[in-house]
Each structure stands twice: as C-alpha cells, then as structure tokens.
C-alpha cells in the first residue's frame, strides 16, 4: 500500500517537473507576449517639464518665468512612454518683439516641444498653465573694484594700501540685478609676505551680469614690518544700552595701532565703545580699520553710571 502511494507521488512528480526547460521557455514567452500586448495599448503619462523664453530681444533680460516648470500629460503607446525623459520636453515661451514689463502667458499642448524619437504626443497642460514672466532693460554700471584678502602674511608683517589697476568695472546686466551691485572685488593671496609684491588676479562679477572689457585687475600690494600709533583723546561711545542713558568715566581713551606706515598714515579716526546692561565697569571695544591692529586701549575699563544716579 505505501509502495503505490510512493509510486503515485513519484509520477506526479515526473510529469510536473519533466521537462522544466521547455516549461520555464513558454513561461518566458508567455510573459514577453504579455508584456509586448500591454505596452502595444495606448497610455498616458504625466511629467514636470522646464518652462523657457525664446526670441529675447537685443538689450533686454529676463528673471526666470513664474513658474519654471509645467506639468504635461502625454499620450502614447505604453512601450514608448516607458522610454521618456522630462529632459526631451520644453516648454516655450516666445517673447519675440517685447518690450520691458510683465506679462502673463496662458500654456497650451502646441508650447510643448519634444525632441525625442519615440512617436508620442502631449495631450494637455495639467497644472502650472499660466506663467508671468518679467522682462528688464539691460544697462552699464561702472562700480569700483575692491580687493579681498587670503592668508595672512609673515609674521610681524602688515599689508599696506593696495593699488588696483583698473580701479574701476564696467558691468553690464538688468537695472534690478545692477541696482545692487555697489562693488566687484578680487581675491589676493598675502599668505606668507614678507615684501611688496604684485599679482595679475580676476575681477570676480556677480551671477548674471556681464563683465565689460578687461577681466583682470594688476594688484600691487606695500608690505612692511609693524609700525605703530598711538591716538588720544578717542571718545568712548555708549551702544546697546538698556535703562537709558549712561555717564561713562573716563570718557575718553587712548588707543595705540599697530599696521603698515602706509595704512597707518591713512587710518582715520577709530571707534571705541561699551555696551552697558546697567552700572559697572565695563572693557572697551575699539574698531579698527582693515589689517591694523590694536595692541593697547589706556584705560582698558570705564565706569558707566545711569544718567539719574549721577545727578
């Protein structure tokens, strides 16, 4: 008995696993087939595609289009729309023959370029139909060019006044980007002076603006050993104060600089300040200018008294 149960259960086994290659092949195509009918079928599939200005006119820029990308719906065989890429599609604004102002654009399908080969086509505008977009004049600024320091140099050693050759920029951009720019500046490696030195280095302009003519600035730079200053007489400022007003004694400090002869010389008067939050002494705070060092303040502390306890 237990024989013909072994026998029928080994027979069942042959003729569900016989074969298995061939079984395992017509799954294969029957899945292939299955897949090759499904994608044959018409589908759709939406995407987020960039929207962009074509036909700018001569002297006029553009800030980016509110907003900057649309969402399409496009239609095609399945097979095909599993192939697409959102970088294949564009959606163009064209501002051929506009003046500076603000308009409003309404997107239809036909906006809506693909430059892929599959044979698919956008059927609408989902979302993000209408877009404004901002057009400005372009002008010429001229700024200053300021130099920016990296490194620091040699012990003991101070950097002097720099000469910059141009002293002056020409950019060229939108009135509202220019509107801001007050100042473009070059970067100066000092890591390490110990003596006068100068450098060919680029005017860096900011994103979006055009760089006029020469694109370099010749930076020579003094360099020389600490010298010092002494100032007195530096008023001492009360800044920050809560309770009203203060009575500050000694009103008034003297501050010893250290830095290059040149910038010493051309140093103007410095700022010295406290920030009371009620009666006591309190240390002074000189600003400095730039690449000056302040090595000594006499006294270092004054007293602040509110103006009512004085009396």
């Known amino acids: 008995m237990a024989r013909r149960v072994e026998m029928k259960l080994r ?3 042959r003729r569900l696993f016989g074969n298995l290659g061939l079984k395992l092949l017509a799954l294969v195509l029957a899945i292939l087939f299955w897949f090759f ?3 044959g079928r018409e589908a759709y599939r939406e995407l987020d595609v960039p929207v962009e200005l074509e036909g700018l006119p001569e002297g006029i820029d553009d800030n980016a289009p509110e907003p900057e990308n649309a969402r399409i719906r496009v239609a095609g065989k399945g097979r095909d729309l599993f192939g697409l890429r959102p970088s294949d599609f564009r959606a163009v604004i064209n501002v051929r023959g506009k ?6 654009f309404e997107l239809t399908p036909s906006d809506v370029i693909y430059s892929g080969g599959l044979d698919v086509s956008v059927e609408a505008i989902l979302s993000q139909k209408t877009v404004i977009v901002k057009l400005e004049r372009r002008i010429a600024k001229g700024v200053p060019v300021n130099v920016d320091f990296s490194g620091s140099p040699a012990a003991g050693y101070y950097l002097g006044l720099p000469e910059i050759e141009p002293s002056k920029a020409t950019l060229y951009g939108s009135v509202t980007v220019l509107d ?5 500046s070059v970067v100066v ?8 030195f100068a450098a060919e280095v680029p005017i860096r302009a900011p994103a979006g603006i055009t760089l006029v003519g020469a694109d370099e600035a010749r930076v020579t730079v003094p360099v020389g050993r600490g010298e010092r200053r002494s100032l007195s007489g530096v008023e001492v400022a009360v800044r920050g104060a809560k309770g009203g007003a203060y009575k500050v004694t000694p009103a008034e400090v003297s501050v010893t600089l250290e830095g290059e002869a040149g910038r ?6 410095v700022a010295a300040a406290i920030f009371p939050r009620g009666p006591g002494r309190y ?7 730039d690449y000056v060092k302040v090595v000594a303040v006499t006294p270092r502390e004054v ?9």
Do not use: F, Q, W
């Open 99 to 104: 003046d500076a102002g603000a308009y409003t």
């Open 303 to 311: 007293e602040a008294t509110p103006v009512a306890a004085a009396k």
């Open 189 to 196: 490696d000092a890591e390490g002076r110990d003596a006068p």
């Open 264 to 269: 010493l010389e051309a140093a103007g008067p």
């Open 283 to 289: 240390l002074v705070r000189v600003e400095a200018p």
């Open 180 to 184: 801001k720019v007050r100042a473009v």
């Open 37 to 39: 009918i499904a994608t």
């Open 11 to 13: 027979g069942r086994l």
